[in-house]
């Protein structure tokens, strides 16, 4: 594990990142990609729940990026233990679960964003910069689907 170096009068802040997946290709993969960029450090990696859990107590990362299938774990619940352990802890979901059917509970898990595998790289280095910015960051697509339900639930039939 790598802890944050000291940064030089006027550089950028580096955030500190703790990635979750249990498919070491795609763990390794992700890892890489994110480290690629100078505002972004991946300081810890876990394959389950439990260690997940125990990182983010010792590590105390700004994002954690976490796989909803883990073996042993529900996705959902440990967004919301993670949260107990880190309230302030800024949670991107990169899934291969559909989006449709899974970001909305995500979000309101605690989540505060929702990124397909199936997604270039670069989703997942823009969803974490703009959680990080205080946004949320889902699709276009379930903007729009989340949005018409908010809307439509106000109106009568």
């Known amino acids: 594990m790598t802890v944050g170096k000291s940064m030089e009068p006027g550089a ?3 955030r500190r990142l703790v990635v979750v997946d249990d498919h070491p290709v795609i763990l390794e ?3 890489g990609v994110l480290n690629s960029h100078p505002d972004l ?3 810890g990696k876990a394959a389950t729940a439990r260690e997940a859990t125990e990182l983010i107590k010792v590590l105390k990362p700004d994002v954690a990026v976490l796989d909803l299938s883990l073996e042993g ?3 959902l619940d440990l967004i919301k233990s993670l ?3 880190q309230p302030d802890l800024q949670i991107l979901i990169f899934s291969m679960h559909e989006e449709s059917l899974y970001a909305e509970r995500a ?3 605690g989540a505060r964003g929702y990124v397909m ?3 270039p790289p670069e989703k997942v280095v823009e969803g974490v910069r703009r959680i990080v910015g205080g946004e949320i960051f889902i699709s276009e697509r379930m903007v729009s689907r989340i ?3 908010f809307v439509g639930a106000g109106t009568e039939k």
């Open 117 to 119: 595998k199936r997604e």
């Open 107 to 109: 979000l309101r898990a």
């Open 41 to 43: 450090e991946v300081c």
């Open 73 to 75: 774990a529900g996705g």
């Open 29 to 31: 993969g992700i890892c």
């Open 12 to 14: 950028q802040e580096r």
């Open 83 to 85: 949260l107990l352990v």
């Open 147 to 149: 949005l018409k339900k």
